[in-house]
């Protein structure tokens, strides 16, 4: 026998015979299917049990994506108040630094406000006795109401005029407890002094303090005591007699 013909070209290979000469069927495709029942099979009231199950499982869904948007938001809160306390603690410890900045501020203040209280007592008393002048002509009114004089030093904080012992407006001082002593000056042999009541003047507008004072001359020669004077009147009468 001769060779076999060859299959022309673009003919389709034939199929395989099965065993009873018909072709192998493939599987069957699922159909759907609704509480063991299939889909032609499902009645009236399995496709309204159908419709309600979905509209359920839509509403809970619902409910899950307000429930995610809901924790979404939360998240962001949650992150927006973490960034909130970083940024406030850092403001906090700011504070801290600038409080311990203004402790140790106050503090040398406060030693500064003592130095300037010192150095206004030490003015005014200088200003004072460079007046405390005597000349022959003055020795009645010394002797007498004696001589006003006063005072002014600009510039003077309400905290240094505390320090002083004054207040805005008048108050009364007394000059020997102000300065720590008397204030006296030895002119042409004779003895003047401070008055002991002072008054001083706080001009708030300006900040001027004004410390008017009186001196007078003071005899510091010692008295006779009374006894003593009576003793020797006593004698004299008694010589006369």
Known sequence: EGPSPKPRRGARAREPDTAG?????????KRP???????????????????????????????????????KELRAERSALAKQAKAHEGELAAAQREIERCKASAKEHGEDIGVQADRLKKAVKQSLSS???????????????GREICAYVPNVTPEVLKAVGGEPGSKTKYSHLFFGGPVTKNVQGQVLALRRQMTLRYYKGSCELKVDAVYELRDDKPKAKAKGKAKAKAKAAAKKA
């Open 21 to 29: 000469g018909q072709a192998q069927a493939g599987p069957a495709p």
């Open 33 to 71: 299917r609704y509480n063991d029942k299939a889909f032609a099979d499902l009645t009236i009231s399995d496709l309204e049990g159908a419709v309600r199950e979905v509209n359920t499982l839509k509403r809970q869904i619902a409910a899950k994506d307000e429930e995610l948007s809901h924790l």
């Open 131 to 145: 007046q405390l002048v005597y000349m022959a002509s003055l020795k009645e009114q010394l002797s007498g109401d």
